[in-house]
């Protein structure tokens, strides 16, 4: 009855992690760089599909960010890769790397 148990939990955990695992990579997005403006704390973003924040069609939008500093890591023309949610004040960039 134990190893029933076990391979029951083992095959939950399973399951559980990559559900996680997909759900994680739908919210990534990938776009390339098209403005900076560090004093407002925004950044123009060229990007496909954005499936996490409703959006279908590939546009190009205005987003805030959560952290400044982000700004400084990555320069016009750069692909990147990166996750944002909605807000009141409209969309925020929460993480954001080079794509590689």
Do not use: C, N
Not at 20 to 26: D, H, Q, S, V
Not at 31 to 52: F, M, Q
């Amino acid at each position: 009855m134990s190893k029933i148990i076990r391979i029951t939990a083992a095959l939950a955990l399973t399951v559980g992690l990559s559900i996680g695992a997909l759900a994680a990579e739908g919210a990534t997005i990938s776009g390339e760089v098209k403005k900076i403006d560090e004093g407002a704390g925004k950044i123009t973003l060229k990007h496909g599909p954005a499936k996490s924040l409703g959006m279908d069609e590939p546009m190009t939008m205005v987003y805030r960010v959560k952290d400044p500093a982000m700004l400084k890591q990555v320069k016009v023309g750069d692909k990147v890769s990166f996750e944002a949610e909605e807000a009141a004040s409209g969309y925020t960039v929460t993480k954001m790397q080079k794509a590689k």
